[in-house]
Protein backbone atom coordinates (compact mmCIF):
# COMPACT_ATOMS: atom_id res chain seq x y z
CA UNK A 1 0.00 0.00 0.00
CA UNK A 2 1.39 3.34 -0.92
CA UNK A 3 2.55 5.94 1.95
CA UNK A 4 0.00 8.41 3.29
CA UNK A 5 2.16 10.88 1.42
CA UNK A 6 2.75 9.78 -1.51
CA UNK A 7 -1.35 8.77 -1.41
CA UNK A 8 -1.95 12.54 -0.64
CA UNK A 9 0.43 13.73 -3.11
CA UNK A 10 -1.56 12.24 -6.18
CA UNK A 11 -4.30 15.00 -4.74
CA UNK A 12 -1.95 17.27 -4.36
CA UNK A 13 -1.22 17.40 -8.32
CA UNK A 14 -4.60 16.99 -9.80
CA UNK A 15 -5.73 19.88 -7.64
CA UNK A 16 -2.78 22.19 -9.46
CA UNK A 17 -4.16 20.94 -12.71
CA UNK A 18 -7.16 21.52 -12.54
CA UNK A 19 -7.31 24.71 -9.86
CA UNK A 20 -4.08 26.49 -10.92
CA UNK A 21 -3.97 25.44 -14.41
CA UNK A 22 -7.09 27.27 -15.07
CA UNK A 23 -6.97 30.14 -13.16
CA UNK A 24 -3.49 31.01 -14.39
CA UNK A 25 -4.80 30.60 -18.19
CA UNK A 26 -7.60 32.43 -17.54
CA UNK A 27 -6.20 35.26 -15.75
CA UNK A 28 -2.92 35.50 -18.80
CA UNK A 29 -5.79 34.94 -21.35
CA UNK A 30 -7.60 38.17 -20.15
CA UNK A 31 -4.43 40.08 -19.86
CA UNK A 32 -3.73 39.85 -23.46
CA UNK A 33 -7.01 41.06 -24.84
CA UNK A 34 -6.12 44.09 -22.92
CA UNK A 35 -3.37 45.48 -24.86
CA UNK A 36 -1.01 47.61 -22.78
CA UNK A 37 -0.67 47.67 -18.84
CA UNK A 38 -3.91 47.59 -17.36
CA UNK A 39 -5.27 49.41 -14.41
CA UNK A 40 -4.98 47.79 -10.50
CA UNK A 41 -9.05 47.74 -10.69
CA UNK A 42 -8.94 46.04 -13.73
CA UNK A 43 -6.65 43.57 -12.75
CA UNK A 44 -8.46 42.45 -9.62
CA UNK A 45 -11.56 41.85 -12.17
CA UNK A 46 -9.65 39.59 -14.58
CA UNK A 47 -8.04 38.20 -11.09
CA UNK A 48 -11.46 37.77 -9.51
CA UNK A 49 -12.64 36.21 -12.16
CA UNK A 50 -10.58 33.66 -13.12
CA UNK A 51 -10.18 32.88 -10.08
CA UNK A 52 -14.02 31.71 -9.32
CA UNK A 53 -13.49 29.82 -12.41
CA UNK A 54 -10.50 27.96 -11.06
CA UNK A 55 -12.62 27.44 -7.78
CA UNK A 56 -15.10 25.78 -9.46
CA UNK A 57 -13.00 23.67 -11.73
CA UNK A 58 -10.54 22.39 -8.45
CA UNK A 59 -13.08 21.77 -5.88
CA UNK A 60 -13.43 18.41 -5.96
CA UNK A 61 -9.98 17.51 -6.14
CA UNK A 62 -9.48 20.53 -3.18
CA UNK A 63 -12.21 18.19 -1.08
CA UNK A 64 -10.26 14.76 -1.31
CA UNK A 65 -6.77 17.13 -1.11
CA UNK A 66 -8.22 18.09 2.20
CA UNK A 67 -10.04 14.47 3.49
CA UNK A 68 -6.17 12.83 2.65
CA UNK A 69 -4.18 15.49 4.72
CA UNK A 70 -6.85 14.97 7.65
CA UNK A 71 -7.30 11.21 7.31
CA UNK A 72 -4.90 10.38 9.59
CA UNK A 73 -5.67 12.35 12.18
CA UNK A 74 -9.11 10.73 12.48
CA UNK A 75 -9.96 7.72 14.48
CA UNK A 76 -9.33 4.28 12.73
CA UNK A 77 -12.86 3.61 12.30
CA UNK A 78 -13.36 7.22 10.67
CA UNK A 79 -11.01 7.60 8.27
CA UNK A 80 -12.07 7.26 4.28
CA UNK A 81 -8.88 5.40 3.37
CA UNK A 82 -8.70 7.01 -0.38
CA UNK A 83 -6.04 5.11 -2.41
CA UNK A 84 -5.55 8.15 -4.34
CA UNK A 85 -7.13 11.16 -5.68
CA UNK A 86 -8.86 9.18 -8.71
CA UNK A 87 -10.22 6.61 -6.31
CA UNK A 88 -11.64 9.56 -3.77
CA UNK A 89 -13.16 11.03 -6.87
CA UNK A 90 -15.28 7.82 -7.49
CA UNK A 91 -15.76 6.88 -3.64
CA UNK A 92 -17.36 10.48 -2.73
CA UNK A 93 -19.61 9.98 -5.96
CA UNK A 94 -21.12 6.49 -5.20
CA UNK A 95 -21.03 6.61 -1.35
CA UNK A 96 -22.21 10.40 -1.28
CA UNK A 97 -23.76 11.52 -4.41
CA UNK A 98 -21.82 13.91 -7.18
CA UNK A 99 -23.08 16.96 -5.91
CA UNK A 100 -20.28 16.26 -2.71
CA UNK A 101 -18.03 17.07 -5.38
CA UNK A 102 -19.24 20.44 -5.07
CA UNK A 103 -19.46 20.62 -1.34
CA UNK A 104 -18.27 23.62 0.06
CA UNK A 105 -18.04 25.35 -3.69
CA UNK A 106 -19.13 28.62 -2.76
CA UNK A 107 -16.52 29.60 -0.13
CA UNK A 108 -13.69 27.80 -1.99
CA UNK A 109 -14.49 29.90 -5.17
CA UNK A 110 -14.79 33.31 -3.05
CA UNK A 111 -11.66 32.21 -1.49
CA UNK A 112 -10.06 31.40 -5.25
CA UNK A 113 -10.96 34.69 -5.86
CA UNK A 114 -9.47 36.23 -2.95
CA UNK A 115 -6.01 34.35 -3.60
CA UNK A 116 -6.18 34.82 -6.96
CA UNK A 117 -6.86 38.80 -7.08
CA UNK A 118 -4.14 39.09 -4.00
CA UNK A 119 -1.64 36.88 -5.78
CA UNK A 120 -1.91 37.17 -9.38
CA UNK A 121 -2.89 41.32 -9.46
CA UNK A 122 -0.79 42.30 -6.35
CA UNK A 123 2.01 40.56 -8.11
CA UNK A 124 2.03 42.41 -10.91
CA UNK A 125 1.33 45.78 -9.25
CA UNK A 126 4.45 45.08 -7.21
CA UNK A 127 6.58 44.40 -10.17
CA UNK A 128 5.56 47.30 -11.97
CA UNK A 129 6.12 49.71 -8.77
CA UNK A 130 9.88 47.69 -8.88
CA UNK A 131 10.38 49.03 -12.47
CA UNK A 132 8.72 52.01 -11.94
CA UNK A 133 10.33 53.63 -9.15
CA UNK A 134 13.35 51.86 -8.45
CA UNK A 135 16.94 50.63 -10.26
CA UNK A 136 15.76 47.40 -11.03
CA UNK A 137 14.94 45.91 -14.53
CA UNK A 138 12.59 42.92 -15.42
CA UNK A 139 14.97 40.49 -14.16
CA UNK A 140 15.19 37.49 -11.35
CA UNK A 141 16.09 39.82 -8.36
CA UNK A 142 12.42 41.89 -9.44
CA UNK A 143 10.16 38.57 -10.05
CA UNK A 144 11.60 37.30 -6.31
CA UNK A 145 10.99 40.76 -4.67
CA UNK A 146 7.25 41.29 -6.47
CA UNK A 147 6.49 37.57 -5.75
CA UNK A 148 7.58 37.45 -1.85
CA UNK A 149 5.48 40.68 -1.20
CA UNK A 150 2.32 39.20 -3.27
CA UNK A 151 2.79 35.71 -0.99
CA UNK A 152 2.88 38.12 2.00
CA UNK A 153 -0.77 40.11 0.76
CA UNK A 154 -2.35 36.68 -0.77
CA UNK A 155 -1.53 34.96 3.07
CA UNK A 156 -3.51 37.53 5.11
CA UNK A 157 -6.08 38.51 2.99
CA UNK A 158 -6.74 34.60 2.32
CA UNK A 159 -7.10 33.24 6.14
CA UNK A 160 -10.11 33.67 7.17
CA UNK A 161 -11.15 31.76 4.26
CA UNK A 162 -8.81 29.10 4.78
CA UNK A 163 -9.75 28.38 8.03
CA UNK A 164 -13.79 28.48 6.85
CA UNK A 165 -12.64 26.09 3.60
CA UNK A 166 -10.82 23.62 6.06
CA UNK A 167 -13.71 23.13 8.39
CA UNK A 168 -16.43 23.25 5.89
CA UNK A 169 -14.73 20.37 3.57
CA UNK A 170 -13.45 18.13 6.39
CA UNK A 171 -16.85 17.98 7.93
CA UNK A 172 -18.71 14.87 7.62
CA UNK A 173 -22.07 16.25 7.56
CA UNK A 174 -23.32 19.69 5.78
CA UNK A 175 -23.89 22.45 7.87
CA UNK A 176 -24.67 25.99 7.12
CA UNK A 177 -21.37 28.71 7.19
CA UNK A 178 -23.33 31.41 9.13
CA UNK A 179 -23.91 28.19 11.70
CA UNK A 180 -20.16 27.36 11.40
CA UNK A 181 -19.18 31.21 11.98
CA UNK A 182 -21.40 31.09 14.66
CA UNK A 183 -19.57 28.10 16.20
CA UNK A 184 -16.25 28.78 16.01
CA UNK A 185 -16.01 32.71 17.24
CA UNK A 186 -17.91 31.44 20.31
CA UNK A 187 -15.27 28.12 20.96
CA UNK A 188 -12.16 30.44 19.77
CA UNK A 189 -12.99 34.02 19.49
CA UNK A 190 -12.26 36.69 16.78
CA UNK A 191 -8.50 35.28 16.45
CA UNK A 192 -9.90 32.41 14.70
CA UNK A 193 -9.01 34.35 11.29
CA UNK A 194 -5.43 34.26 11.49
CA UNK A 195 -5.38 30.85 13.29
CA UNK A 196 -2.23 29.34 11.27
CA UNK A 197 -0.99 32.46 9.34
CA UNK A 198 2.60 31.61 9.79
CA UNK A 199 2.57 28.01 8.55
CA UNK A 200 0.47 29.22 5.27
CA UNK A 201 3.04 32.06 4.83
CA UNK A 202 5.36 29.16 4.98
CA UNK A 203 3.68 27.12 3.06
CA UNK A 204 2.20 29.90 0.32
CA UNK A 205 5.45 32.21 0.58
CA UNK A 206 7.81 30.00 -1.39
CA UNK A 207 5.18 28.52 -3.38
CA UNK A 208 4.39 31.94 -5.04
CA UNK A 209 7.89 32.70 -5.56
CA UNK A 210 8.71 29.62 -7.27
CA UNK A 211 5.42 29.90 -9.31
CA UNK A 212 5.95 33.45 -10.77
CA UNK A 213 9.81 32.45 -11.29
CA UNK A 214 8.87 29.54 -13.20
CA UNK A 215 6.06 31.64 -15.05
CA UNK A 216 8.18 34.65 -15.29
CA UNK A 217 10.85 32.47 -17.65
CA UNK A 218 8.47 30.46 -19.20
CA UNK A 219 6.89 33.74 -20.46
CA UNK A 220 10.03 35.22 -21.82
CA UNK A 221 11.03 31.83 -23.72
CA UNK A 222 7.89 31.57 -25.40
CA UNK A 223 8.32 35.49 -26.59
CA UNK A 224 11.81 34.58 -27.94
CA UNK A 225 10.54 31.77 -28.94
CA UNK A 226 7.79 33.44 -30.56
CA UNK A 227 9.59 36.65 -31.76
CA UNK A 228 7.39 39.10 -29.57
CA UNK A 229 9.33 41.83 -28.00
CA UNK A 230 9.68 42.22 -24.26
CA UNK A 231 7.85 44.79 -22.32
CA UNK A 232 10.41 45.34 -20.24
CA UNK A 233 14.29 45.65 -20.88
CA UNK A 234 15.88 42.25 -19.15
CA UNK A 235 18.85 41.48 -18.33
Not at 173 to 187: D, N, P, W
Request: with cysteine.
Amino acid sequence: MASGASTALSASLLRQITYSTTRFGIYEYLKNLNPGTPAFPTLVAMASTSGFLGGIAGNPADIINVRMQHDSALPAAQRRNYRNAIDGLIRMTREEGWRSLFRGVWPNSMRAVLMTASQLASYDVFKDLLLTHTRLTDNLTTHFSASILAGFVATTICSPVDVIKTRVMSAKESEGLVKLLTKIYKVEGAGWMFRGWLPSFVRLGPHTVATFLFLEQHKKWYRRLKGIEEDYEAV
